[in-house]
């Protein structure tokens, strides 16, 4: 994999390079490299979102609400908005490229072939309808991050370890259930995307408990503590495990028994660490709230902290740095709330055009600490077509080195 500095660029002769030469190279016309574009994100972008929309499906029909007619066409025109979403992103950045070189540029730079017209091109997010904004800004926000973490690594400033990030991960935990709990009782509660949402702090107060049985009247939940903590995690280990069992059994669908028998022990950690964080969440809560008679959102601290241990168990770069992520969400969205930030500014819409810039143009200039979420991302809903683009740039400017 290779590395495109800002002086690569500015030394190769590539600079003076057509938008043929660089960005479509399939074929002659600009019109042409448009209309195969758009064809080959079309279908990217419904491989790219039908599961999705399969997962949205089958989680309204677990919640016990029933489907009809009125909620799929709904969820259908979600669907939509997210394709054609998808399908703008990634037909537009040829062809923007093409008109950005007629009008501006006639020279290609590090900057405005892949940065400037991948941040305009992130406009599209208008597709999508506000409280998805909010989602989608989240998941490239902390994209950014796992981007910056690994170019950090690259250039020798930090070693990334498992160890180093479960830490971060139990304190981003910490300070995320505690900022989640508060959350709970302001008028407009933030759109979050997690494992689980922490239940809202309980007014009611009553004596110490001890012992194991039932339940203390300050626990914010019904049924017996027990009950609580072990149908949690229970319920979460099921999820990981399904999760990567699918991953594992669904490209081998054909042969069953293959299949069945790639399955390993270590294809439960995903499943001991979405049970395991759940699990000790609700313990230490349960605890607390036994020992001292009254809820306190206070009590999310030390149990989101030593429930962030189960990360240990499947460690992965980006979640590591979700529950910080977050957390800074939350902190947006109250200083939009109080009136701290301007509330006619597309702020949400901007950041997404600057993360998606970055994103792309890491893709392109930086492989090695781009992350793979990207990587794919790209690849799967412009149908390879930008990795088609990337390596014939990646060629051309070796051919100068
Ligand atoms: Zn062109
Ligand atoms: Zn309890």
């Known amino acids: 994999?290779?590395?495109?500095s800002k002086f690569m660029v500015e030394k190769s002769d590539l600079r003076f390079g057509t938008c043929k030469q660089l960005v479509h190279p399939w074929t002659d016309s600009c019109k042409h490299a448009?209309?195969?574009?758009?064809?080959?994100c079309g279908k990217g972008s419904i491989v790219f979102y039908t599961p999705y929309f399969i997962v949205f499906t089958v989680q309204i029909l677990m919640r016990g609400k029933k489907l009809g007619k009125k909620e799929m066409i709904e969820?259908?025109?979600?669907?939509?908005?997210?394709?054609?979403?998808?399908?703008?992103?990634?037909?537009s950045f040829v062809t923007l490229n093409c008109i950005f070189r007629r009008l501006f540029f006639s020279e290609f730079s590090y900057y405005t072939t892949v940065l400037l017209p991948c941040t305009v091109s992130g406009l599209a997010i208008y597709f999508e309808p506000p409280y998805r904004r909010v989602l989608v800004v989240n998941l490239f926000v902390n994209l950014v991050f796992e981007y910056w973490v690994r170019t950090l690594e690259m250039k020798g400033w930090l070693r990334r370890s498992?160890?180093?990030?479960?830490?971060?991960?139990?304190l981003g935990s910490a300070v995320f259930f505690y900022l989640m709990r508060l959350d709970r009782d302001s008028e407009k509660r933030t759109p979050l995307f997690w494992f689980f949402t922490p239940p809202r702090v309980s007014k009611e107060v009553g004596e110490p408990v001890t012992g194991i049985e039932g339940r203390s009247p300050a626990c914010p939940h019904k049924g017996p503590c027990i009950h609580y903590i072990l149908k949690g995690t229970a319920q979460l280990f099921g999820v990981g495990c399904a999760m990567t069992m699918l991953?594992?059994?669904?490209?081998?669908?054909?042969t069953p028994g293959k299949a069945l028998k790639s399955l390993r022990l270590s294809h439960m950690k995903l499943g001991v660490f979405f049970g395991g964080y759940i699990g000790i969440y609700r313990l230490v809560v349960c605890l607390l709230c036994r020992a001292h008679g009254r809820d306190s959102a206070m009590y999310a601290l030390p149990a989101g902290f030593l429930s962030g241990l189960a990360f240990r168990a499947a460690p992965s770069t980006?979640?590591?740095?979700?529950p910080v992520t977050s957390s800074l969400q939350i902190l947006g969205s109250w200083a939009y709330q109080k009136g701290m930030l301007p509330a006619d500014w597309p702020l949400v819409e901007l950041l997404y055009c600057v993360c998606q810039g970055l994103l792309?143009?890491?893709?392109?200039?930086?492989?090695?600490v781009c992350p793979r979420y990207i990587i794919n991302l790209m690849h799967t809903v412009t149908s390879s077509k930008a990795d088609e683009i990337q390596s014939g740039f990646i060629q051309k400017i070796l051919k100068f080195i």
């Open 162 to 170: 498992a160890g180093k990030e479960t830490l971060i991960f139990m």
């Open 360 to 368: 792309f143009h890491a893709r392109v200039m930086h492989e090695d």
């Open 318 to 322: 980006p979640i590591s740095l979700a």
């Open 75 to 91: 969820q259908f025109k979600l669907y939509l908005k997210s394709g054609v979403f998808g399908l703008t992103v990634g037909s």
């Open 247 to 254: 991953r594992t059994i669904l490209p081998k669908i054909l």
């Open 1 to 4: 994999m290779v590395e495109i």
């Open 34 to 40: 448009f209309t195969s574009m758009l064809w080959a």
